[in-house]
C-alpha cells in the first residue's frame, strides 16, 4: 500500500530539521574560521583610534577622559590631530579624568581635541623620534623589493626587528632603538610582506610566519653582504613566528647568535582556543573550524607550535613576556621556556601587557635585552 501524503509528513520534517542543523553547523563553523582569520592573519591596516578628550594640557601635564588605557602606569604616546606627546607618571585621578606628566615632542596640544594613547611611545621615523640619523633601504626578496630602516654602527653586528601584526610596523621598533645604537650595533628595521611599501602576497593574508620567513632570509643577506659577520633577531608578536620559522628552515642559521621574543605568538592554535572560548563556540564547532581555516587560510597549527618544536633550537633564546597579556598567555611563554632547556632566558613584566612591555618598564626592558645580547655576543 502506498503512503498517503499525510504519512510523508514526519520524514519531511525530520529532513528539514536535519538540514536546518547541518545548515546552522556549517555557518557557526564557517564564522569561527573567519574570526581566527580576523584574529591572526588579516592584515591591518587601520589608522590610530583618536577618541580620547584632552580636558587640560600645560606645564608639563596633560588632563585626558579616563580610559582603561589612561589609567595604566608607563610611559605612552599621545597622538593628536596637531602634534606628538609622551605621557608618563599618573600625578592624579577621578571617576571622569587622568592627570598625568606630559611632554610634547612635535606639534601642539589644545584642550578639547581628541587623542589616541600610543603604545609605540614616539613619532615617525628614527630621525624624528630620537634625531638618530638612518637611511631607508631596499632589499629583494622572492616577492620583489621591501623597504627598511638602516642605522650604522661601527661593530660587525647587526640587529634585525621583526615587527608584529599591528599597523605601526616599523614604529614598532622605536622604543628600543636608543639602547642598541649607544653600543654601537647596526640595527635594521625590516618590512615583511602585506605592509605598506612591501609586496603584497598572493592570498591577501599574513601566514604566521610561514613564508614570511623567507623576507627575514633576504635581509638576513643583505647584511651579509654588508659585511655583518653576526646577527641578533628581535620577533615582536607574530614577528616571532617570522624569526622561529627562519631558524627551522633556513639553509644555514651559523651566522644568527640568539634571538629575542616580545609577547610573542608561541602558539597560535592556542590562540584559537581562546577565541573560541571568548564567544561560547561549542566543542565541535571549534575542531571543525580550526580545520577549516587551515584549509582556507593556509595555517598549520603544528608546524607553527614553538612550545612542542622547542626542542628544535640551537641559539640562545630571550622571550620577554607579561603577566597581563591578553592575547598570547603568559602560560605558554613559560612552557616554551622551560621546553628550551639552558638555550632559555625567561624575564616576566607584571604589569605588562601584549606588545606594551617597553611601556610598563623601560629601564628593565632594556637592560634585559641589552645583557642578553652582550652574553650571546660574548660565547663567541
Do not use: C
Not at 593628536?80 to 606627546?85: A, D, I, K, M
Amino acid at each position: 500500500m502506498e503512503p498517503t501524503e499525510r504519512s510523508k509528513w514526519p520524514a519531511r520534517i525530520g529532513f528539514a530539521v536535519v538540514t536546518l542543523l547541518l545548515l546552522v553547523l556549517l555557518f557557526a563553523t564557517w564564522s569561527y574560521s573567519n574570526a581566527l582569520r580576523d584574529e591572526l592573519v588579516l592584515i591591518d591596516d587601520s589608522e590610530i583610534e583618536q577618541e580620547i578628550e584632552v580636558v587640560t594640557v600645560g606645564s608639563g601635564r596633560i588632563t585626558v577622559a579616563r580610559t582603561e588605557l589612561t589609567e595604566i602606569e608607563g610611559i605612552w604616546g599621545v597622538a593628536g590631530p596637531n602634534g606628538y606627546g609622551q605621557a608618563s607618571v599618573v600625578i592624579a585621578s577621578t571617576d571622569e579624568v587622568v592627570e598625568r606628566g606630559f611632554r610634547v615632542l612635535s606639534g601642539e596640544f589644545d584642550v578639547g581635541e581628541l587623542v589616541a594613547f600610543d603604545p609605540i611611545a614616539y613619532p615617525g621615523n628614527p630621525l624624528e623620534a630620537h634625531d638618530i640619523e638612518f637611511e631607508e633601504v631596499r632589499f629583494t626578496g622572492d616577492l620583489g623589493v621591501y623597504p627598511a630602516w638602516i642605522i650604522e654602527g661601527d661593530r660587525e653586528a647587526w640587529v634585525i626587528v621583526v615587527h608584529g601584526a599591528g599597523p605601526e610596523q616599523r614604529a614598532e621598533a622605536l622604543r628600543m632603538l636608543p639602547g642598541l645604537v649607544a653600543q654601537r650595533f647596526s640595527v635594521m628595521v625590516m618590512t615583511v610582506r602585506g605592509d605598506r611599501g612591501a609586496p603584497r602576497p598572493n592570498n591577501g593574508l599574513r601566514a604566521l610566519g610561514a613564508t614570511e620567513w623567507r623576507d627575514l632570509a633576504a635581509a638576513v643577506e643583505f647584511g651579509l653582504s654588508q659585511d655583518a659577520s653576526e646577527f641578533v633577531l628581535i620577533g615582536l608578536d607574530t614577528g616571532a613566528g617570522v624569526v622561529a620559522n627562519f631558524l627551522h628552515r633556513a639553509d644555514d642559521i651559523n651566522a644568527v647568535r640568539g634571538v629575542v621574543y616580545d609577547s610573542a605568538l608561541l602558539d597560535p592554535e592556542r590562540i584559537a582556543d581562546r577565541v573560541a572560548e571568548e564567544r561560547g563556540v561549542p566543542a565541535p564547532i571549534v575542531g571543525a573550524g580550526k580545520l577549516l581555516a587551515s584549509i582556507r587560510f593556509d595555517i598549520d597549527w603544528n608546524e607553527l607550535d614553538q612550545v612542542d618544536r622547542a626542542p628544535e633550537y640551537t641559539v640562545p633564546v630571550l622571550v620577554l613576556h607579561g603577566e597581563l597579556d591578553r592575547v598570547a598567555d603568559i602560560a605558554v611563554a613559560e612552557e616554551f621556556v622551560s621546553g628550551l632547556g639552558n638555550l632559555g632566558r625567561f624575564v616576566r613584566f607584571e604589569s605588562g601587557r601584549h606588545g606594551q612591555l617597553w611601556n610598563a618598564d623601560p629601564a628593565r626592558y632594556e637592560e634585559a635585552l641589552l645583557s642578553f645580547i652582550d652574553t650571546v655576543r660574548a660565547a663567541e
